[in-house]
């Protein structure tokens, strides 16, 4: 008998303890998914070119892309590739393009659930090739690969969960021959319309 209460007893046990398990399982915290938000991008761009010595920008059209990683929610890193191109650059028969590839930080002052503005600083580099009247009827022709910077702002504007349209526009300074074969800066103004795509890991 005295056998048979100890396992009667230890079966009241288990069986409290099972029966307390589930209750356990669901008063735990569920764990949401969490960390940095991160960004693909692609789309359009139109830059206009200043040529050094001309007084007119010629205008070129390409096609913009790139990566940007949130850091804080108010303060992200962006990576931005783009190409863009005019043909028959001043009626030279040659034509001139910018490929530049420049990454920085991106500030959003204020994120809401539909519109998103932003302010950029992108450094790093930009391939120039043109044709650059020399005056005497002729061109200048060649390509300069140097230090290239642009700066600006614009806004997201919320489509769906993992989509937004993204609309901006940036003074972006390179560099190209002027008409003394000597390296010039370029002060040119470029507007970027690109379709952003949230990945996985998105903040909720």
Same mark, same amino acid.
């Given at each position: ?5 100890? =396992? ?12 307390? &398990?589930?209750? @356990? ?7 949401? &998914?969490?960390?940095?938000?991160? %960004?693909?991008?692609?789309? =359009? %761009?139109?830059?206009?070119?200043? @040529? ?28 931005? @590739?783009?190409?863009?191109? *005019? ?15 420049? *990454? ?5 002052? @204020? ?7 932003? *302010? ?10 043109? *044709? ?13 690969? %140097? =230090? ?13 969960? %993992? ?17 003394? =074969?000597?390296? &010039? ?20």
């Amino acid at each position: 008998m005295k056998h048979l209460s100890r =396992f009667a007893l230890c079966g009241v046990v288990v069986c409290g303890m099972l029966g307390a &398990a589930p209750r @356990v399982a669901a008063q735990a915290p569920m764990v949401t &998914a969490t960390g940095p938000m991160l %960004e693909a991008n692609g789309g =359009f %761009e139109y830059i206009g070119q200043q @040529v050094p010595s001309q007084g007119s920008r010629v205008p070129m059209y390409g096609v913009n892309g790139g990566l940007t990683s949130g850091v804080t929610k108010h303060l992200s890193i962006r990576l931005d @590739v783009a190409y863009a191109r *005019a043909g028959n650059v001043f009626s030279s028969g040659h034509p001139s393009d910018i490929l530049s590839y420049m *990454a920085g930080p991106v500030i959003y002052p @204020v994120r809401t659930s539909r519109i998103s503005p932003y *302010a950029q600083i992108l450094l790093g580099g930009a391939r120039v090739t043109g *044709a650059t009247p020399d005056g005497q009827g002729g061109y200048i022709r060649g390509y300069a690969n %140097e =230090f290239a910077w642009a700066g600006g702002g614009g806004f997201e504007i919320r489509t769906s969960r %993992e989509f937004a349209l993204r609309i901006g526009a940036d003074y972006m300074h390179t560099s190209y021959w002027d008409p003394n =074969f000597a390296l &010039a800066g370029q002060g040119n103004i470029r507007g970027v319309v690109s379709f952003t795509y949230f990945l996985d890991g998105r903040r909720r």
